[in-house]
Every structure is written in structure tokens, then in C-alpha cells.
């Protein structure tokens, strides 16, 4: 399965129904910390950008400023 979605303009995507998906995954893991390492794709509910960005590790999605240490 292909979680990340690249739009036209290159930028790299992640749907909010995906992000459910490693939520749920993460949490059947027993919901281990996670430092969200790499890149976070922008989050979207069909065509349109939530403002979030999300962790491709855990699912989880927050504000840009959160994956800052
Ligand atoms: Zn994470």
C-alpha cells in the first residue's frame, strides 16, 4: 500500500483517512512513543489541506510547529 501521494505541484500528501490507518496500526502495536522522525507530508481531507502535517511512523497529525524539537 502507497501511503504517500504526490500532487501535481511535487509536494508529498498524506490523506486523513491514511493517517486513521497508521493510528490505528500504531496504537495495535500497543502505542509505542514516537519521536516522528523524517518527513511530514501535509495533511488532506480529499482535495483540501487540513493545515496539519502527519507522521508517516505513528499517524500522528498535528500543527507543523508540534514536529519541532
Ligand atoms: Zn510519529
Redesign the pocket.
Known amino acids: 500500500m502507497d501511503i504517500i501521494q504526490y500532487t501535481r505541484k511535487g509536494g508529498v500528501i498524506m490523506q486523513m483517512s491514511e493517517a486513521a490507518e497508521l493510528r490505528k496500526a ?1 496504537k495495535e502495536k500497543g502505542d509505542p512513543p ?4 523524517g518527513y511530514h507530508p501535509k495533511e488532506y481531507h480529499l482535495g483540501t489541506s487540513t493545515g496539519d502535517r502527519v ?6 497529525s498535528g500543527h507543523p510547529d508540534s514536529f519541532k524539537k
Do not use: K
Request: with cysteine.
Open positions: 500504531w514516537c519521536d516522528h522522525p507522521c508517516t511512523v505513528c499517524g500522528y
